[in-house]
């Protein structure tokens, strides 16, 4: 069955300095994976996706994500953190044959001034 | 676009009333997706639906859980009767069609529903 890890609940980071947000997937066949965001009291919002093609993917806010497939791993990456960029993020993955995703535990990044 | 509309934003009942959940998709969204999210259980897929038609219901924890797509640009989530421990905010997403859409979906903002 498709899944994806989350391995960290809480990342810390200074503003300024970049950061990582971890994610591992298990899947069957090629994996679609995502990286959504959710800020308080809010729903969630597209970040990124991978499908095919450059393992480096960008998005939005200045975010990327990096596909290793040796690794199994899609870790979601910025390369100076902001304050505002402190949020709830979540790592997502398609499962094969269907048009839902699962999604990840999630990881609250916080980021200080 | 207005994006995903969900109403109410807020809703508090006693336990045992019935509850109803309103999602409005974005426009030309052929699929319709209802989570809800717990601090215990994360985000949780309930239902979801393609062209108005349920697929995998498979996440509707209870008999008492019911969602409907009477039409494209309508869908409601009922709990019937409510328990306490449904208190959770209640998400709706819709994806669009298309190959080049690759199954992202865009969420709504939440009901935060609290059963006392």
């Known amino acids: 069955a498709q899944s994806v890890a989350q391995p960290e609940d809480q990342v810390n980071v200074a503003e300024g300095n970049p950061l990582t947000v971890k994610c591992t997937y298990s899947?069957?066949?090629?994996?679609?994976l995502f990286w959504y965001v959710q800020y308080p009291n809010r729903g969630l919002q597209f970040l990124l996706k991978?499908?095919?093609?450059?393992?480096l993917v960008k998005g939005s806010y200045g975010f990327e994500a990096e596909f290793n497939k040796s690794q199994t791993s899609f870790h979601l990456k910025k390369p100076s953190a902001l304050v505002s960029d402190s949020a709830l993020y979540f790592c997502?993955?398609?499962?094969?044959?269907?048009?839902?995703?699962?999604f990840g535990t999630g990881t609250r990044l916080l980021v200080s001034p | 676009d207005a994006g995903v509309i969900q109403s109410p934003r807020h809703e508090v009942t006693e336990m045992g009333q019935e509850v109803t959940l309103r999602c409005k998709p974005i426009?030309?969204?052929?699929?319709l997706f209802w989570y809800r999210q717990t601090m215990m259980r994360g985000l949780e897929l309930l239902i979801y639906?393609?062209?108005?038609?349920?697929?995998?219901d498979s996440g509707m924890p209870e008999d008492r859980f019911s969602a409907k797509m009477p039409n494209a640009s309508f869908s409601t989530l009922k709990i019937q009767p409510s328990e306490p421990r449904d208190s959770a905010v209640y998400f709706c997403?819709?994806?669009?069609?298309?190959?080049?859409?690759?199954?992202?979906?865009?969420f709504g903002p939440g009901t935060r529903l609290t059963v006392l």
């Open positions: 997403a819709s994806r669009p069609s298309g190959r080049a859409s690759a199954d992202t979906q865009y």
């Open positions: 899947v069957s066949g090629n994996p679609y």
């Open positions: 991978y499908i095919t093609g450059d393992n």
């Open positions: 997502a993955v398609r499962v094969t044959g269907f048009q839902k995703l699962v």
């Open positions: 426009s030309g969204h052929n699929s």
């Open positions: 639906f393609n062209n108005n038609v349920p697929i995998d």
